[in-house]
């Protein structure tokens, strides 16, 4: 598995506390690789979703780190979300 999205996981993972979304979202993360969070937690997965959220791996680990706002990221055009924007708020404020 590639170590940006391995770390991604592990970091979503710690953030969901154990826990999941009622739905699915996934993280494309530009020229790496995808997560996928459900009410599983996360994990390294290219399935379909409810939501798709696109970034680059720039902006991806800023909002893992709590550095950038996901709303911040949406709105300057630095992340892409395709799909049901209610969870991807939702995930926003888990992120947050």
């Given at each position: 598995?590639?170590?940006?999205?391995?770390?991604?996981?592990?970091?979503?993972?710690?953030?969901?506390?154990?826990?999941?979304?009622?739905?699915?979202?996934?993280?494309?993360?530009?020229?790496?690789?995808?997560?996928?969070?459900?009410?599983?937690?996360?994990?390294?997965?290219?399935?379909?979703?409810?939501?798709?959220l696109t970034a680059?791996?720039?902006?991806?680990?800023?909002m893992l780190a709590?550095?950038?706002?996901?709303?911040?990221?949406?709105?300057?055009?630095?992340?892409?979300?395709?799909?049901?924007?209610?969870?991807?708020?939702?995930?926003g404020s888990i992120?947050?």
């Amino acid at each position: 598995m590639n170590e940006i999205v391995d770390a991604a996981v592990k970091a979503l993972n710690a953030k969901l506390e154990g826990g999941g979304l009622d739905g699915s979202v996934k993280f494309v993360i530009e020229d790496e690789g995808s997560v996928r969070i459900d009410e599983d937690g996360a994990r390294a997965d290219d399935g379909d979703a409810d939501c798709v959220l696109t970034a680059d791996v720039e902006t991806f680990q800023g909002m893992l780190a709590g550095e950038l706002n996901p709303t911040t990221a949406f709105m300057s055009g630095r992340l892409k979300v395709d799909g049901d924007m209610g969870l991807a708020m939702k995930l926003g404020s888990i992120l947050g």
